[in-house]
């Protein structure tokens, strides 16, 4: 069943204009791109129309897109291997920030620096990704701040924690926390997409490729490509993990947009960047700001 967090009309264009920016880049031949954006425009009227989910829409219309032209699954996968290359020369940067600092203040570090990797999100229209910033991550408060409460949990031990990885370049910062997780006696099973993966999203090959498998007790997928974990599409191997969690771990917009809406029946933490009114708006707090928002489901 579709949950029912109904988009904004600012979600439109959003959505219409990061389909049309893949094109722009993977598609060479200007007068078939425009054809097949005409094409989108279409599937978006009909979806939109249709459904009022946005996390699936955004996944139905990408999933047309590559269907249309199947040089922007090449062109992710390019981006992707680019970025998690490149971030991995500076992974022991991000390391040294956890030097000298014990218990709650390094966890937090970690925790900072984890959210810090989201600013590579390539799926917002009016938003530019940008690599980690490590004087940010320094600097930078949480604006939403739930991260006493998860670190009173996690520091017992003995917790099988689901971490929902989101773009493939932060991976390389979410395996700082996952061992931070690791370290302190838990179990994590770290979630990627399946291929070819939704935009930027990481897959198994990019999650290994991070280095997740290092740190974590197991990295699976979802089994689906979707944005976020639709309960409608993921695969039984996948429920019985989260069904077997203590906490979920979220990274990202989408996931926050369509796991918090759906009843888990334990903690879930989500740790994101909003770059949009939209989520900023949700969430009551400014763009650009870094949230560890907690929602515990009954």
Not at 270 to 286: G, H, Q
Request: aromatic letters at 8%; one cysteine or more; proline letters at 2%.
């Amino acid at each position: 069943m579709w949950v029912k967090m109904k988009y904004r009309v600012r979600c439109i264009p959003c959505v219409i204009n990061v389909r049309f920016k893949e094109l722009i880049n993977a598609v060479q031949d200007d007068d078939l791109a425009s054809k097949i954006g005409l094409n989108i425009v279409k599937k978006a009227y009909e979806l939109f129309s249709k459904f009022d989910e946005l996390t699936h829409i955004a996944t139905l219309l990408f999933r047309y897109t590559i269907e249309q032209a199947p040089s922007i699954i090449d062109y992710y996968r390019r981006v992707k291997e680019e970025s998690i290359r490149r971030l991995l020369k500076m992974q022991h940067k991000c390391l040294r920030l956890l030097e000298g600092l014990e218990g709650y203040n390094r966890f937090k570090m970690a925790i900072k620096i984890a959210i810090a990797g989201n600013a590579l999100d390539m799926g917002v229209a009016e938003y530019e990704p940008k690599d980690i910033d490590l004087r940010e991550v320094l600097e930078k408060d949480l604006r939403i701040d739930h991260s006493m409460e998860l670190y009173s949990m996690v520091s017992k031990g003995n917790k099988k924690i689901i971490y929902l990885l989101d773009n493939a370049g932060e991976a390389v910062f979410d395996a700082i926390l996952i061992n931070e997780l690791e370290t302190l006696g838990n179990k994590v099973i770290a979630v990627a997409k399946e291929e070819p993966g939704f935009q930027n999203d990481a897959t198994l090959n990019d999650a290994i490729m991070a280095g997740i498998d290092k740190y974590a007790t197991e990295v699976i997928t979802t089994g689906t490509s979707a944005s976020s974990i639709h309960l409608d599409e993921v695969s039984k191997h996948f429920l019985e993990k989260l069904k077997e969690s203590d906490i979920i771990i979220a990274k990202g917009m989408a996931h926050f947009e369509y796991v918090s809406e759906i009843e888990l029946g334990k903690p879930t933490y989500f740790l994101l960047i909003p770059k949009c009114d939209v989520i900023a708006s949700m969430l009551n707090v400014e763009k650009h700001v870094y949230v560890l928002y907690k929602k515990t489901h009954q």
